[in-house]
T-cell receptor
């Protein structure tokens, strides 16, 4: 069965500093990986995805993620954090061929402080 | 703009009183999903429709039902809500045909059971 793990419940970073939100995955075949962001009382917004190709994926709002096959990781990064980036971030993996379902990690609360 | 719309945004229902949540989409996506999300936890898939084919998750309680009368609309029916069913309910849509198709989420309906 596919799964993703987000080892940190919360990440705190100062505005202007780089941020990293960690995600590791476990799949039996090719990984199809996604990052979503959720603001309070809102649905999930798509940030970026890795399907194939370059290991560094660029997404919305200046976010990027690095796919590392040997470490089975897909960490979300941003060079310079903004207070408005504070939100709940979910890593997800898509089980292509197994019902085509998206399975989410437990989420990481990002808090960016002045 | 094409989107996924959930109504209402907030729903208060009485313990044991049937309630229906609605989702509509203008994306013409084949697949529609219902997720339950509690207290900033990971969204949990309840069921999904692939066109008219209904797919229930094995651990979804019988109390939860769904209807999809046409491509655009999908409903979540909770027959006898309990206090434990208070949560954010998220509708999502996706095109069929490839793992690179991400999900588009609605803003969610927050259900309170009193």
């Amino acid at each position: 069965a596919q799964s993703v793990a987000q080892p940190e419940d919360q990440v705190n970073v100062a505005e202007g500093n780089p941020l990293t939100v960690k995600c590791t995955y476990s799949v039996s075949g090719n990984p199809y990986l996604f990052w979503y962001v959720q603001y309070p009382n809102r649905g999930l917004q798509f940030l970026l995805k890795y399907i194939t190709g370059d290991n560094l994926v660029k997404g919305s709002y200046g976010f990027e993620a690095e796919f590392n096959k040997s470490q089975t990781s897909f960490h979300l990064k941003k060079p310079s954090a903004l207070v408005s980036d504070s939100a709940l971030y979910f890593c997800a993996v898509r089980d292509w061929g197994g019902g085509n379902k998206l399975t989410f990690g437990t989420g990481t609360q990002l808090k960016v402080e002045l | 703009d094409a989107m996924v719309i959930q109504n209402p945004r907030y729903q208060v229902t009485q313990f044991g009183k049937p309630v229906t949540l609605s989702c509509s989409q203008t994306l013409n996506h084949n697949v529609m999903y219902w997720y339950q999300q509690k207290s900033s936890q990971a969204p949990k898939l309840l069921f999904h429709y692939y066109d008219k084919d209904f797919n229930n998750e094995a651990d979804t309680p019988d109390n939860f039902q769904s209807r999809r009368p046409n491509t655009s609309f999908c409903f979540l029916d909770i027959r006898s809500p309990g206090l434990g069913d208070a949560a954010m309910y998220l509708c999502a849509t996706s095109r069929a045909g490839g793992p690179d198709y991400g999900y588009t989420f609605g803003s969610g309906t927050r259900l309170t059971v009193v």
